[in-house]
């Protein structure tokens, strides 16, 4: 886009422009979806205890009630305690936001449609949405209450504990997937939905579920929100909080929700790709197999309608977790410590070593969609703008690492000197016998690559090594 | 007229790593120290992302400005007596820890302007970010003994491996280290082990040092 207006302007206000255009985009994703939440969360709440919710703000069915919240937040008084830290008590629900905020950065909303393509970006993602205690931790303390203090180490105790569980279940997909890019992630879900990552195994299967709980847990929503419960610590971090910076607490709770839910939806869900292949069906996917190329408006189409797939399944993530929270009584301190402790970091361990030997046994998958045919039919060699952001080599000496390390005979692969024909046989299975062979050759013979073989969906298949080497 | 965006975003973060480092040195209050050192740690995490290091900058995001911060606020809120620590520094403490900074700065400035490279090719500093961006790739091969910027060395002797080892190993016995530690400090911090009622005097239990509790 900045390269597009330099044509017309200079190129520093190109780029400024560029980049305001970038991340008010970004803004406008989490402060939409933090107002349209909030009305949502009315709404569920009411019909959940059999009411109606809001109903009169905006006409039918009270849609403009998030406005009207906004306004009385606004315009309410600011105030600071006196007992306050006055400095980080105002600075507070801006560290919560930016960090809540920065997550969107690296999480992409269809192919490619990402404000940055980072190679790590489940561990940036991760990395980030765990700052955003901080902000909670600081408030709290700096509020200079005893409900707050409270609140804020419950909840700092809760994130901390929680963040193993979930970092746990979500190196699952990613171990399946062989990739930490959620770009490339997403791109290998391409097709049918028994190509999600959470019908790959029954052991992905189960993950999500754990990913579920601790998710719900990390962003502190009912059953889990030991930091505002009511009932005992009048609001918590927030009890001394009023008026904007209240708002921007929640906003900050509102876009966590909604990232953590789009994470699921990317890391199991298929991310843009839907249920069913509608814009391979219509042609928007490119498919280098047939030579076929969508025009550049029409791959956008597609982006967009990837784009309103990846939204949907975050919201109804979102309102799951809401259907959650007026459904289920709040845990005690110690249950929430216990499903943590006990049974979320076990159950993801076992699952994680379940799906790591479940792909390593069965490459090729048991159940029929895995035949070779199915899922190929729709990705073929060097598709979905794999643009090289994800973890393909494109430093022209790696890709013939593996393959010169085997021929050095230095040994690479941890025992010294053994060559890597050694290795078990599953090692460099493969779905599909063309690749295999291929790939095995490119294994044994450092010679330049055959790009237009390295298909993203077929590395979810290939082993690490057989991936790094080929491609 | 052009602006280096790389040199301009260099500086901010740059000047922000160093602002808010002198401000924890200079604030007393404790917890606002906390604060600043972790906007001086994100600063220097913003440094490594701008140099392309997404890798190292997402490990300093989660390692020290997530865990080590949250530690410290915790450790802060745990010991303190009063509702806000503050924390007086003698002149004498003022003098040591310049002695000990500026030889600590002078040790890290000829380590920094000896490096040749930097002074003989000025374009080096300024190439592409997006062309060094993808590093996760290099590093977990690097892990696994294939360091990809030095294929082109003469491997024939193995016993020069020139880094080419691999660091599996050193891995899984810090891991497993770790393990150890963390289970001890789980047993170390345990709850005792009441039997009977809570509201009868609980039976004697043996200690860690075989001596019984009272």
């Known amino acids: 886009m900045a390269e597009y207006l330099a044509i017309w302007l200079p190129s520093w206000l190109a780029y400024t422009l560029a980049a305001l255009v970038h991340v008010t985009l970004v803004l406008v994703v989490v402060l939409i979806a933090a107002a349209a939440f909030t009305w949502a969360e009315r709404k569920v709440a009411g019909r959940l205890q059999d009411r109606l919710g809001p109903t009169r703000v905006g006409g039918r069915f009270g849609w403009l009630q998030a406005l009207a919240d906004g306004l009385k937040l606004v315009s309410k008084e600011d105030i600071v305690p006196a007992a306050a830290d006055p400095f980080l008590f105002r600075i507070a629900p801006y560290l919560s936001f930016c960090a809540s905020f920065t997550v969107f950065l690296a999480i992409p909303f269809a192919n490619g449609w990402v404000g940055q393509n980072l190679d790590i970006a489940v561990f940036f993602v991760l990395a980030v949405a765990g700052l955003e205690v901080l902000g909670v931790i600081l408030g709290g303390y700096a509020s200079g209450s005893k409900w707050s203090l409270f609140g804020a180490m419950r909840e700092a105790a809760q994130v901390v504990s929680y963040e193993i569980p979930l970092a746990l279940c979500a190196a699952v997909p990613v171990m399946v997937a062989g990739s930490m890019n959620l770009v490339a992630i997403g791109n290998q879900q391409d097709g049918w939905f028994w190509n999600w990552l959470v019908f790959h195994d029954p052991f992905t299967f189960i993950t999500l579920f754990v990913y579920i709980t601790c998710a719900v847990a990390s962003v502190n929503r009912a059953p889990f929100d030991l930091a505002e419960a009511e ?159 994800g973890d393909t080599m494109k430093n022209e000496p790696l890709q013939g690492a593996f393959a010169r390390a085997r021929t050095q005979s230095t040994g690479s692969l941890g025992v010294r000197g053994k060559p890597l024909e050694g290795a078990p046989a599953g090692l460099h299975r493969h779905r599909d016998p063309g690749v295999n062979a291929w790939a095995r050759e490119r294994l044994l013979s450092a010679d330049s690559v055959d790009r237009s073989r390295c298909d993203p969906l077929d590395r979810r298949r290939a082993t690490p090594v057989a991936a790094r080497g080929g491609c | 007229m052009g602006i280096d965006w790389y040199s301009l975003f260099f500086y901010v973060l740059a000047a922000a790593a160093c602002g808010f480092a002198l401000a924890v040195v200079l604030s007393g209050n404790i917890v606002r120290m906390a604060f600043h050192l972790v906007m001086s740690l994100g600063a220097v995490a913003g440094l490594f992302f701008l140099a392309g290091a997404d890798f190292v900058g997402a490990l300093q995001l989660m390692i020290y400005v997530g865990g080590t911060l949250v530690l410290l606020v915790f450790g802060v809120m745990l010991t303190a007596r009063g509702p806000f620590v503050s924390m007086q520094t003698s002149p004498g403490q003022w003098v040591l820890v310049g002695i000990v900074g500026a030889a600590l700065l002078a040790v890290l400035l000829q380590a920094a302007l000896s490096v040749g490279r930097w002074a003989e090719h000025g374009e080096v500093a300024a190439a592409p970010v997006a062309e060094t961006r993808s590093t996760s790739g290099a590093i977990g091969m690097g892990l696994l003994g294939v360091r990809v910027d030095r294929l082109d060395t003469d491997r024939t002797n193995p016993a020069s491996s020139d880094g080419m080892s691999g660091y599996l190993l050193p891995f899984e016995v810090i891991s497993v280290h770790l393990v150890v530690v963390l289970v001890g400090a789980a047993y170390l911090a345990r709850a005792r082990r009441r039997i009977g009622s809570p509201n009868q005097p609980a039976a004697p239990v043996r200690a860690l040092n075989g001596t019984p509790n009272p």
């Open chain 1, 231 to 389: 009932s005992e610590l009048v609001a918590g971090f927030l009890t001394e909080y009023s008026g904007f910076r209240w708002s921007v607490f929640f906003m900050a709770e509102y876009a966590s929700m909604f990232a953590v839910s789009i994470l699921a939806s990317i890391l199991f869900l298929g991310g843009w790709n839907g249920p069913v292949p509608i814009t391979h069906w219509l042609g928007m996917v490119a498919d280098p197999a047939a030579g076929y190329v969508p025009h550049p408006l029409w791959a956008y189409v597609g982006n967009l309608l990837g784009m309103c797939n990846i939204l949907t399944k975050g919201t109804l993530g979102v309102i799951f977790m809401m259907w959650l929270r007026w459904t289920l009584p709040r845990l005690r301190i110690d249950q929430v410590m216990t499903v943590c402790l006990k049974y979320c970091i076990p159950l993801a361990a076992a699952m994680f070593l379940g799906a790591m030997l479940y792909t390593f046994s069965f490459p090729e998958g048991l159940l029929w969609h895995r035949s070779p045919g199915t899922a190929a039919s729709f990705s073929s060699p060097g598709v979905h703008a794999w643009d090289g952001g």
